[in-house]
């Protein structure tokens, strides 16, 4: 055998036999969990086995707990940009690797985690309970024109201020 020439011995607890098969249970290794599956046959074409591969329950977990550990009560006291810029780090480096296969579903699931606890944590800071950290009220809405700021509070200055800002600051509005 290849390993005993190297002077390598696999683990029985690590070690299985796996017959990949489509549909069958599929084998991990490396982090992502390989299997066979069959494509959607369309009218008028077979459809087509291919070996399909994405982050591993072990992998989600592990990044769950790295969140989860960025998150915890014993860093309130650190910046919330800095806790941002560490999640940010380890979730671009997490999703570099898991980029390839079909990971677009693990990297939703991620993310939501993600933003869920970066919600409780500023929630903490803040001294709110759970019940006000949904992610929505405490990171705001995402920016885009397509989506109406409803609760904004808009307030007008008194009729002799506004024109004094207008005069002070031309050209904004």
């Known amino acids: 055998m290849l390993l005993a020439e190297l002077g390598l011995r696999p683990k029985p607890a690590k070690t299985r036999i796996v017959q990949l098969t489509a549909g069958g249970e599929g084998v991990d290794f490396l982090g992502f969990h390989h299997r066979l599956v069959r494509s959607r046959a369309v009218p008028g074409r077979a459809g087509v086995t291919f070996l399909a591969r994405w982050p591993s329950r072990k992998a989600m977990q592990h990044a769950r707990d790295r969140i989860r550990f960025m998150t915890m009560r014993a860093r309130l006291a650190a910046p919330v940009e800095q806790v941002v810029q560490e999640i940010n780090l380890f979730l671009r480096g997490w999703a570099g690797y898991f980029r390839y296969g079909n990971s677009a579903p693990a990297f939703d699931q991620i993310r939501r ?3 869920m606890r970066l919600a409780l944590f ?7 309970g759970r019940a006000g950290a949904s992610p929505r009220s405490m990171l705001g809405r995402r920016s885009g024109s397509d989506q109406p700021q409803r609760h904004r509070r808009r307030t007008q200055a008194p009729p002799g201020l506004r024109e004094k800002s207008n005069t002070a600051g031309e050209g904004r509005r």
Not at 122 to 127: F, M
């Open 113 to 115: 985690y993600a933003v």
């Open 122 to 128: 500023i929630a903490k800071r803040h001294q709110r």
